[in-house]
């Protein structure tokens, strides 16, 4: 059983920061990339930003320069430094990450948490 657990969403400011967890556990052989979307109502999931594990980095267009990604591969956790918060980064955070098991160590598969809700308002 694998499970991502994530943290750190709440209310905040326009202008003001937040700093996303997501923390994984369970029988977990291998972690590939780390990322995190958001949805906000009415909208599709979208990519925020992504990191894999040669260290390589993506941002969707609306985040580059606020956002930051980084991750402890040995704690299995990711974060997302978010700066400058705006109203329209309001949404529901997912993080996901692209990991392989223990028992099927070749075999990659997608895996989310459960959703933190950021609302940037004031």
């Known amino acids: 059983q694998v499970q991502l657990v994530e943290s750190g969403g709440g209310l905040v400011q326009p202008g003001g920061s937040l700093r996303l967890s997501c923390a994984a556990s369970g029988s977990i052989f291998s972690i590939n990339t780390m990322a995190w979307y958001r949805q906000a109502p009415g909208n599709q999931r979208e990519l925020v930003a992504s990191?894999?594990?040669?260290?390589?980095?993506n941002y969707a267009d609306s985040v580059k320069g606020r956002f930051t990604i980084s991750r402890d591969n040995a704690k299995k956790t990711v974060y997302l430094q978010m700066n400058s918060l705006k109203p329209v980064d309001t949404a529901v955070y997912y993080c996901?990450?692209?990991?392989?098991?223990?028992?099927?160590?070749?075999?990659?598969?997608?895996?989310w948490g459960q959703g933190t809700q950021v609302t940037v308002s004031s």
């Open positions: 996901m990450m692209r990991l392989s098991r223990v028992t099927v160590a070749w075999s990659y598969s997608d895996y």
């Open positions: 990191s894999t594990k040669s260290g390589l980095t």
